[in-house]
């Protein structure tokens, strides 16, 4: 969330509780304008939803289960786009145990 993002930034700087609220609420009116809400809507929305927690969990349930499918069909499409190569994992290895025999050579020759 916001404010752990913001706690996380402020705990290591010294700033004032002034400056932890001016960029709390900048973050929020971000996020607001992204999804093109007020801060009344959002709100609002969200006393609903405290009032009604079983439409909560019925909302976060279906946002949990969209977000896994998203991310499967993303997954799928990178292993489509760029499968591992047998050929370039070999490559790999090669380049690395030449390079780990130049620097056996260099260290040898000081």
């Given at each position: 969330?916001v ?8 705990s290591?700087q010294?700033n004032?509780?002034k400056?932890?609220?001016?960029e709390?609420?900048t973050?929020?009116?971000?996020i ?16 609903y939803?405290?009032q009604n ?11 949990l289960?969209y977000?896994l ?5 993303n ?7 760029a499968?591992i190569s047998p050929v ?8 690395d145990s ?8 260099l260290?040898?020759?000081?």
């Amino acid at each position: 969330s916001v404010d752990e993002y913001i706690k996380f930034s402020h705990s290591k700087q010294e700033n004032s509780a002034k400056n932890y609220t001016v960029e709390r609420d900048t973050l929020y009116q971000k996020i607001f304008d992204l999804h093109k809400i007020t801060k009344q809507q959002f709100y609002t929305t969200y006393s609903y939803y405290k009032q009604n927690p079983e439409k909560f969990k019925v909302l976060i349930d279906s946002s949990l289960a969209y977000g896994l499918r998203q991310r499967r069909t993303n997954i799928e499409a990178v292993k489509e786009v760029a499968p591992i190569s047998p050929v370039l994992i070999q490559i790999n290895k090669k380049r690395d145990s030449l390079i780990r025999i130049k620097k056996k050579e260099l260290i040898k020759s000081q």
